[in-house]
């Protein structure tokens, strides 16, 4: 890459750089578009198509019905509010 490939993509992300950051951003990214370049070349054509490379479980809690006891405890925190609607606590409108 050279530096006024660099100084081109500093002025596209409003970057100021010296001429010194040119040279080492030029010496540190061309390696790494070289090796994006091998990965378009790879031949991937025998690869089936994967949602994920590991093998992920859910591993949550199943979801159950609370006791009474909680939803009298939500109630309780409900009536404690300032103000109160059907069993939400009402506030005041944002837009």
Known sequence: ???????????LARLSMTEEDEERFAKEL??????V?????????E?????HPFKIENIVR???ERSDKKKSD?????EM???????????KSIF
Request: without cysteine; hydrophobic residues 35%.
């Open 47 to 51: 690869i089936g198509a994967i949602s």
């Open 74 to 78: 939500n109630q309780r925190l409900v």
């Open 1 to 11: 890459m050279s530096n006024q490939e660099v100084k081109h993509i500093a002025k």
């Open 30 to 35: 061309s390696p790494i578009l070289d090796y």
């Open 37 to 45: 370049e091998k990965l378009k070349k790879a031949d991937i054509s």
């Open 62 to 64: 199943k979801d159950e």
């Open 81 to 91: 509010a300032p103000e109160n609607k059907n069993g939400y606590v009402k506030v």
